[in-house]
């Protein structure tokens, strides 16, 4: 029975995944649940993902991460990236893609990509270079770096750590170094010779964006006799008839900034307001307001200006609206527009569903925004910035790094140990404070891995993963091993394009190796061919957090990823079933 429960649980998570219902933590978590509540898991065995070794190290290694970056090390490289990325697009698009590919194998890829769009958007417009031929280049060159080391994406840990727990032997630091590195020079020579002729050439959504929200920009002056005198924002006619949004109010020789719902009108109020564009008209004939006209921020108004934003992975505004945050009142920054992958909101936008990826245009002082930042809640694409390098703490970070990696390549001790000392260390050296440190795990993922490891965990109690391992020998026993290698490539890459990457490696995990022993052959190849497949997906902007987050900076479409990912996938699908047993035989030892 408990079997049965088991794989309608798996199905009810599978289809929540694909349909989007949830966030993918809330679904990780959701799947827990039922497994606990059934009865197919104790509580124990249900909430063993949060101190699974993945799920710690996964944890220190976010901290490592963000300590090497917040010293401004990786920052210290922007203005020679940008300045050898100006001289043409090959150049740009070469530095762009080795950058993302080399930090990715050893720093959180979200992180890294995140670093590099607002230095390529720079360089676009520089150049005449669009930013949809650099942005998805640097998006898959981030994903094959990630399948080079043990460290470099969480897909890779999970697998290890994993098969560790079902009794094989894992993986050390760089053991599978040099098939990936096989893989990705293929991949990136794809990138180099063949994307250029498929990449788009578009206006970037920067533009598209600011411009469309400066369009329905005007500023008003409240004449005598105006309704809206000393009346509450709210119950204006500005707000409840033309929907207006307000920016700003000058009053005299005050300025406010910062507008709530008990803000009150007065006679000879100048204010600078977004409104719908069908309501222009309705506003010039209304009695008793002054227009002036629609255009961009006059060059008086200092304090706050115009700025392109990305929510970024892991944000805590991902999920909410504008209205259920409290954004305007909490962060002192007012949203113009919303570019939501190819749609642009400039109307009701308080009531939108903010989504990692999201670029927003807000209207707002450099010092909230900093704020914003500094709080991982967006990723500033104007005005980039690059962090001032602090030698005190980036040397530490770094030797610190460097110990973590290389004290688990020798064997010294397992990487769980080795992450969780360097994380240690991070904090008690004041590289990190511990509230830094904290906020800079993406609990989001800590959480979805988890609640996915469950299914796992349930798949092998109740002997669902022997099962279909018995299936597929079946099936496909008797055919040449690297063939069901290729077989189980093939099937794994398709479902991380409408599964979580995490949710397919732990079901994956137990699988291959129980189909390995049944086979009487090593576990190893077919474990490789999961943690890559589960990295290496293309063809959707959904299939990997980096393919979403240059989603909407690049102006692309669903399309874009399917005419340039779907041939990748299949050139990374033969590569990596010729290249893996080479490196990895599947005789046993």
């Given at each position: 029975?408990?079997?049965?429960?088991?794989?309608?649980?798996?199905?009810?998570?599978?289809?929540?995944?694909?349909?989007?219902?949830?966030?993918?933590?809330?679904?990780?978590?959701?799947?827990?649940?039922?497994?606990i509540v059934s009865g197919v898991l104790n509580p124990a065995e249900?909430?063993?993902?949060?101190?699974?070794?993945?799920?710690?190290?996964?944890?220190?290694?976010?901290?490592?991460?963000?300590?090497?970056?917040?010293?401004?090390?990786?920052?210290?490289?922007?203005?020679?990236?940008?300045?050898?990325?100006?001289?043409?697009?090959?150049?740009?698009?070469?530095?762009?893609?080795?950058?993302?590919?080399?930090?990715?194998?050893?720093?959180?890829?979200?992180?890294?990509?995140?670093?590099?769009?607002?230095?390529?958007?720079?360089?676009?417009?520089?150049?005449?270079?669009?930013?949809?031929?650099?942005?998805?280049?640097?998006?898959?060159?981030?994903?094959?770096?990630?399948?080079?080391?043990?460290?470099?994406?969480?897909?890779?840990?999970?697998?290890?750590?994993?098969?560790?727990?079902?009794?094989?032997?894992?993986?050390?630091?760089?053991?599978?170094?040099?098939?990936?590195?096989?893989?990705?020079?293929v991949g990136l020579v794809y990138i180099f010779i063949v994307a250029?002729?498929?990449?788009?050439?578009?206006?970037?959504?920067?533009?598209?964006?600011?411009?469309?929200?400066?369009?329905?920009?005007?500023?008003?002056?409240?004449?005598?006799?105006?309704?809206?005198?000393?009346?509450?924002?709210?119950?204006?006619?500005?707000?409840?008839?033309?929907?207006?949004?307000?920016?700003?109010?000058?009053?005299?020789?005050?300025?406010?900034?910062?507008?709530?719902?008990?803000?009150?009108?007065?006679?000879?109020?100048?204010?600078?307001?977004?409104?719908?564009?069908?309501?222009?008209?309705?506003?010039?004939?209304?009695?008793?307001?002054?227009?002036?006209?629609?255009?961009?921020?006059?060059?008086?108004?200092?304090?706050?200006?115009?700025?392109?934003?990305?929510?970024?992975?892991?944000?805590?505004?991902?999920?909410?609206?504008?209205?259920?945050?409290?954004?305007?009142?909490?962060?002192?920054?007012?949203?113009?527009?919303?570019?939501?992958?190819?749609?642009?909101?400039?109307?009701?936008?308080?009531?939108?569903?903010?989504?990692?990826?999201?670029?927003?245009?807000?209207?707002?002082?450099?010092?909230?925004?900093?704020?914003?930042?500094?709080?991982?809640?967006?990723?500033?694409?104007?005005?980039?910035?690059?962090?001032?390098?602090?030698?005190?703490?980036?040397?530490?970070?770094?030797?610190?790094?460097?110990?973590?990696?290389?004290?688990?390549?020798?064997?010294?001790?397992?990487?769980?140990?080795?992450?969780?000392?360097?994380?240690?260390?991070?904090?008690?050296?004041?590289?990190?404070?511990?509230?830094?440190?904290?906020?800079?795990?993406?609990?989001?993922?800590?959480?979805?891995?988890?609640?996915?490891?469950?299914?796992?965990?349930?798949?092998?109690?109740?002997?669902?993963?022997?099962?279909?391992?018995?299936?597929?020998?079946?099936?496909?026993?008797?055919?040449?091993?690297?063939?069901?290698?290729?077989?189980?490539?093939?099937?794994?890459?398709?479902?991380?394009?409408?599964?979580?990457?995490?949710?397919?490696?732990?079901?994956?995990?137990?699988?291959?190796?129980?189909?390995?022993?049944?086979?009487?052959?090593?576990?190893?190849?077919?474990?490789?061919?999961?943690?890559?497949?589960?990295?290496?997906?293309?063809?959707?902007?959904?299939?990997?957090?980096?393919?979403?987050?240059?989603?909407?900076?690049?102006?692309?479409?669903?399309?874009?990823?399917?005419?340039?990912?779907?041939?990748?996938?299949?050139?990374?699908?033969?590569?990596?079933?010729?290249?893996?047993?080479?490196?990895?035989?599947?005789?046993?030892?």
């Amino acid at each position: 029975m408990y079997l049965s429960i088991t794989f309608i649980i798996i199905a009810i998570g599978i289809f929540l995944f694909v349909k989007d219902y949830f966030s993918i933590d809330t679904t990780s978590i959701l799947i827990m649940s039922l497994f606990i509540v059934s009865g197919v898991l104790n509580p124990a065995e249900g909430f063993a993902g949060f101190n699974h070794p993945a799920t710690i190290t996964l944890g220190c290694m976010f901290v490592l991460s963000a300590a090497v970056f917040r010293s401004g090390i990786v920052d210290g490289l922007s203005n020679k990236i940008v300045q050898i990325a100006r001289v043409n697009y090959l150049l740009a698009l070469i530095v762009f893609c080795l950058t993302a590919a080399v930090l990715s194998a050893f720093i959180n890829d979200t992180a890294v990509v995140a670093m590099l769009i607002p230095m390529a958007l720079m360089v676009s417009r520089e150049t005449d270079i669009s930013p949809s031929r650099l942005l998805i280049p640097i998006s898959f060159a981030a994903l094959f770096g990630g399948t080079c080391t043990l460290i470099g994406t969480s897909t890779n840990i999970l697998v290890s750590s994993y098969a560790i727990e079902l009794g094989s032997a894992g993986f050390s630091m760089f053991e599978f170094s040099l098939a990936a590195l096989g893989i990705t020079v293929v991949g990136l020579v794809y990138i180099f010779i063949v994307a250029p002729i498929l990449l788009p050439e578009r206006q970037s959504s920067q533009d598209t964006l600011q411009n469309e929200a400066e369009d329905y920009m005007a500023e008003i002056e409240i004449l005598p006799g105006n309704p809206d005198i000393d009346k509450p924002i709210t119950q204006t006619k500005l707000i409840k008839d033309l929907q207006a949004q307000l920016l700003m109010i000058k009053r005299k020789h005050l300025r406010f900034y910062e507008i709530n719902e008990e803000t009150v009108i007065r006679e000879g109020d100048l204010i600078k307001v977004l409104i719908p564009p069908r309501k222009i008209s309705k506003l010039k004939d209304a009695k008793h307001y002054k227009f002036s006209g629609i255009g961009e921020v006059s060059e008086d108004d200092s304090e706050k200006m115009i700025y392109e934003v990305m929510i970024p992975y892991g944000s805590n505004l991902s999920g909410a609206t504008l209205k259920n945050s409290n954004f305007r009142n909490t962060y002192y920054a007012s949203v113009l527009a919303i570019r939501q992958r190819k749609e642009t909101i400039t109307q009701n936008v308080a009531n939108v569903q903010l989504k990692e990826g999201d670029m927003l245009l807000l209207y707002a002082s450099k010092n909230n925004i900093m704020h914003l930042v500094s709080n991982k809640l967006i990723v500033a694409l104007s005005e980039y910035d690059a962090r001032q390098v602090n030698l005190k703490k980036a040397i530490p970070a770094i030797l610190i790094l460097i110990g973590v990696i290389t004290s688990a390549a020798l064997d010294l001790t397992s990487i769980l140990i080795s992450a969780l000392v360097g994380s240690l260390l991070i904090v008690t050296t004041a590289i990190l404070k511990p509230k830094e440190a904290y906020e800079a795990i993406e609990w989001k993922v800590i959480f979805m891995v988890a609640g996915v490891l469950s299914m796992g965990k349930a798949l092998e109690k109740t002997g669902g993963s022997e099962l279909i391992s018995q299936f597929l020998f079946d099936n496909l026993g008797n055919l040449h091993p690297q063939i069901m290698l290729s077989i189980i490539f093939l099937f794994t890459f398709l479902a991380t394009n409408v599964l979580s990457s995490k949710a397919t490696a732990v079901l994956m995990t137990p699988i291959v190796i129980e189909f390995s022993k049944i086979l009487e052959i090593s576990e190893k190849p077919f474990l490789i061919a999961v943690m890559f497949a589960c990295s290496l997906t293309f063809m959707t902007p959904v299939s990997y957090p980096t393919n979403t987050m240059v989603y909407a900076p690049g102006n692309y479409k669903f399309k874009d990823y399917l005419k340039i990912g779907t041939p990748l996938n299949l050139v990374v699908w033969i590569a990596a079933s010729i290249i893996i047993p080479l490196f990895f035989p599947f005789e046993l030892n």
